[in-house]
Every structure is written in structure tokens, then in C-alpha cells.
């Protein structure tokens, strides 16, 4: 198939491109490259697609609503997967602007050009973090999220809702993928995995929001790309028992669905820096904090309608998936112990 990924130099969309184009599929990427971090490691990434022969790139923002039309008219799209955000809770509440044009003018671009280029699924980037003030663990697919904390989550639960109004007035079936806490090699660097290890390696204080009372069900990347993966072939469809009587929010009466890709497994968050200092050898300097506008003191994925969908569920340890970013990070910083 021919699929487009948007953001696919960032740490989500690099690793499933990669996958897809080791799968045979052709991958249009597309990626407005921005500096909300160091532009260095986008780069990297997108040189490590590149050579790829079934891979074409697109400099280009989402909110250019002429470039993206250009992307869909000069390639005939099956697939669409968008992963192209303004990522992260906090600086939503420093910068909101940013996140309305990017996650919602540039996410109705996205739904358009499916419809006008008759694309045959649309796959899209949600977040747990539409769970907000929901305190009932694990978070369910079919539970309310009609109370974000944040400006980042409100998108991404508007995301959801656009993304029904497409499937019920133009039958496009539309996948919304709940992410987790993503973690693994060529991650993010504002991510606390990313940050912590920088950190301690460098004798730094790390942070450490609500005072380490934290429980995050964090979600290796493989696990992450797998699943998307799986869900290629598996468009959403009409949920033939839904009523509007007693709504299931998690499906439809239109082709339309929400999943979350989660461990199911939550961490403590002074086990996970734990973890990290085990695989470097290196105590942290904890700095211990409040917790911090918009964060939930935890979260916890119910995957059981992906499982029953895919017969996939992510399951790699915090051990492993630790390890294998900190291998990762030494080798590209070229960092010796």
C-alpha cells in the first residue's frame, strides 16, 4: 500500500516508517521539522529513512492547507497515519496557540483531503491524556473523557470528535489511537526518560513531579509500532449494537473507533528512575516537586478491545525497554561510562 505518515521524523512517526517500508509498503513521509526540539535529531532520523527507495519525503507544515492538498493530488494515498502534533502537556499551557494550529487546523486539513481523495482509512494520533480528571483505573475506551486538564488533551479529544464527524457524514473510516506514555531509542528529548538520563549521566538533578508519587503506564515503541501496524487491516467499522440511548463513546454507528495502546502495567515513577540508574550506574540527584498544572497522578491502559481486535497487546518490561533506550542514547551521544 501506499501510506502516508505525517511526522514522520518524529520519535513515533520514524519508527513505524521504518517498519512499514521493511513491510513493502511505500511511505510518503511528511514533517514540518520544527525546533519544539533540537531539529539535529530530526534530521537524524529522517537520514536514516531517506535511503529507502519506496520513501518520499515532504518538508512541509500541516497548516499550509496548498502543500498538503499537493501531497494527496501528486500521490495516489491509501492510508493515512497521523502522528504529526504539537506534542506535551506542559507547554500547552505556555504556548496554546501552537496547538490549535497544528493539532486542529492541521488535523481538518488531514480529514479534507481524505475525503476529497477518497483515502480508504485514516489512522490518527489520540493520547491518554483525554482521560483528565477520570480517576477510574484502568482508563477505558468506553469511559467519558469530557473533562481534559490540559490544553493538549482537549485537542486530542477533539481530534476524536472531528474525526467522528467525518465517519458518520462520509463513511471514512477512522482509527484513534490512545498512546500511552511512548518511550524507547530516538525518543523525545522533553520526555522524562530522555531528560533523566541526561541528567544523571551528566550528575544533574532530575525533577520529579508530585513528590514520586506517580504511576505511568509506560509503552515501549516497538509495542507502540506493532500495533499500529496490526490496525492497518483492521478499519474501523459500524458497531452494529451501538445506540444512541446509552452511547458507547469508544465506537459508533459509523465506521469509527478509539483504542488504547498502553502496557497495562503501570510503573511507580521512582521504580522507573530506578531502572534507569541500574542500567547506568549512576545514583540521581532527586529534586522532588508538586504536582504540576495539567498532570494526573496516573494512568493505566484497559487494552482489551485491541487485543480483541489485533491478538496484540504491548508486554515489553520497563527493564528491557530502559536498557535498550540507554544503549541507544550512549552509542548516538557516543558516551562512555
Not at 488535523?107 to 482521560?131: D, G, H, P, T, W
Not at 484513534?176 to 528529548?189: E, I, K, N
Amino acid at each position: 500500500m501506499k501510506i502516508l505518515v505525517t511526522g514522520s521524523s518524529g520519535f513515533i512517526g520514524y519508527h513505524l516508517s521504518e517498519k512499514l517500508l521493511l513491510m513493502g509498503h511505500e511511505v510518503i513521509g511528511f514533517d514540518d521539522m520544527n525546533d519544539y526540539y533540537e531539529t539535529s535529531l530530526k534530521e537524524a532520523r529522517l537520514g536514516k529513512l531517506i535511503p529507502h527507495k519506496c520513501f518520499k519525503f515532504y518538508h512541509a507544515d500541516l497548516v499550509d492547507r496548498k502543500k498538503v492538498q499537493t501531497v494527496f493530488s501528486e500521490n495516489e494515498i491509501d492510508i493515512v497515519v497521523n502522528l504529526a502534533a504539537q506534542a506535551g502537556v506542559r507547554y500547552s499551557i505556555e504556548n496554546p496557540y501552537v496547538y490549535i494550529d497544528t493539532n486542529i487546523v492541521g488535523f481538518i486539513n488531514v480529514l479534507e483531503m481524505c475525503r476529497q481523495y477518497n483515502v480508504k482509512q485514516l489512522l490518527y494520533a489520540s493520547s491518554s491524556s483525554v482521560y483528565g480528571a477520570n480517576t477510574t483505573l484502568p482508563f477505558s475506551v468506553h469511559d467519558t473523557v469530557d473533562h481534559p486538564l490540559s490544553l493538549y488533551a482537549a485537542t486530542k479529544k477533539a481530534n476524536e470528535l472531528m474525526a467522528h464527524t467525518y465517519s458518520s457524514l462520509y463513511n471514512l473510516p477512522t482509527t484513534g489511537l490512545r498512546f500511552f506514555t511512548v518511550y524507547g531509542p530516538w525518543g523525545r528529548p522533553d520526555m522524562a526518560l530522555f531528560k533523566f538520563t541526561k541528567n544523571i549521566i551528566e550528575g544533574k538533578p532530575i525533577d520529579i513531579f508530585n513528590n514520586g508519587k506517580m504511576m505511568r503506564d509506560f509503552t515501549y515503541v516497538d509495542d507502540i509500532v506493532e500495533s499500529i501496524s496490526r490496525l492497518l487491516h483492521k478499519p474501523a467499522m459500524p458497531n452494529p449494537d451501538w445506540s444512541g440511548k446509552n452511547p458507547d463513546p469508544g465506537t459508533s454507528y459509523a465506521p469509527y473507533k478509539v483504542y488504547n495502546i498502553g502496557n497495562n502495567s503501570p510503573v511507580n515513577l521512582m521504580d522507573f528512575i530506578s531502572a534507569i540508574e541500574e542500567k547506568l550506574g549512576k545514583v540521581a540527584i532527586k529534586n522532588f516537586m508538586a504536582l504540576q498544572d495539567g498532570d494526573v497522578p496516573a494512568t493505566y491502559a484497559n487494552v482489551d478491545d485491541l487485543y480483541k481486535e489485533i491478538v496484540f497487546k504491548p508486554k515489553t518490561s520497563i527493564k528491557d525497554g530502559v536498557g535498550k533506550f540507554v544503549d541507544w542514547y550512549l552509542a548516538y551521544y557516543q558516551i562512555k561510562l
